[in-house]
């Protein structure tokens, strides 16, 4: 079967650092995907890492290692606005077609 | 203009009614999908359509059928509704075979009384 774990929840203070670990144990793998959830709205794309290693975007960076089946998305200055729930998906190809298989996200709550 | 339609955004029935939810893109993707998201904000495929063809069917329920009346709309039809379907189902499209992430639409908030 396909396993994703994140932390539940995590609080970091505005203008830091935060990492994310996304662990996964999937067959079939075809890429990892990060997105942001805030309450209410639909999830919105951050980030895609296929490859090993380090793929950054303005404040937002997300890392992969397809061996270990570990990926973290780090967040630098930290904003209020980045208080949301951050989902780690894995793309799977199956005889059917490729779908995002969902981990149980992780709220993150950034404080003053 | 919006990238990825859904309707309505909230959806109050009663046990046993029927009722759908459309979907529309504007993309240009080739492929759509539902994703049904619980109250513990677990995120689950349900369905995945290239060119209007049913291609991912994740063990959910008959009551819950699909249609794809060309590869820009999916929409979602439910029979015989029951309390445990509450919940916010999203519509996704992607292009095929890339690494675009998906689109999702602002979701639907189903309310089964």
Known sequence: GQNIDQPTEMTATEGAIVQINCTYQTSGFNGLFWYQQHAGEAPTFLSYNVLDGLEE????????????GYSYLLLKELQMKDSASYLCAVRLTTGGGNKLTFGTGTQLKVEL | D??????????????????SIKCEQNLGHDTMYWYKQDSKKFLKIM?????????????????????????????????SLELGDSAVYFCASSPTGTGIGYTFGSGTRLTVV
């Not at chain 1, 975007?57 to 270990?68: A, D, I, M, V, Y």
């Not at chain 2, 990825?4 to 029927?18: A, E, I, R």
């Not at chain 2, 049913?54 to 059928?65: D, Q």
């Open chain 1, 57 to 68: 975007k303005g404040r937002f960076s997300s890392f992969l290692s397809r061996s270990k």
């Open chain 2, 2 to 19: 919006t990238a990825v339609s859904q309707t309505p955004k909230y959806l109050v029935t009663q046990m046993g009614n029927d009722k």
């Open chain 2, 47 to 79: 369905f995945s359509y290239n060119n209007k063809e049913l291609i991912i069917n994740e063990t959910v329920p008959n009551r819950f059928s699909p249609k794809s009346p060309d590869k820009a709309h999916l929409n979602l039809h439910i029979n």
